[in-house]
């Protein structure tokens, strides 16, 4: 990255933050030439975040998918925090996956959803597990249950 204001490559990066709840980082820069500081921001694009999903099957990343997904789990039931709040959490999770590669796997979506929803509401969390396509066996339905037991030890 050149400097702004001489237009010298070579900075060094003298502070590094995460902002927009994790979605972005914020990094203070310095030239190496001038000294000079100015700031630089490193944002996920989004758009091009694909989600992998069974018999390798691909499509792009949409927030609606997991929001309809949390939502009719929580549906009726108290919660402390909104929709919004926890919908971010889920999604912040989901991109420190992708940020790899690009590419998400749905079970990993969906393992990021329960781990979130087990924190939150057991009944939610029993819930989303019965609908949620990749743990359509008996065999991994208890397993999951297994797993929400060892929660609360
Ligand atoms: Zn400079």
Redesign the pocket.
Known sequence: MR?P??H?KGTKVVDSRLVQNGRAIRRRRE?L??G?RFTTYEEYEVAHIIVRKRGDEREEYTQEKVRAGVAKALEKRPQERNLDEIVQAIEQDIFAVAIRDGIVSSKRIGQIVLDHLAKIDEVAYLRFVSVYRSFGSAQSFRKELGRLEKRKE
Do not use: E, G, H, V
Request: proline share 0%; hydrophobic share 0%; net charge positive.
């Open positions: 400097c204001y001489n010298k030239c030439s001038c000079t």
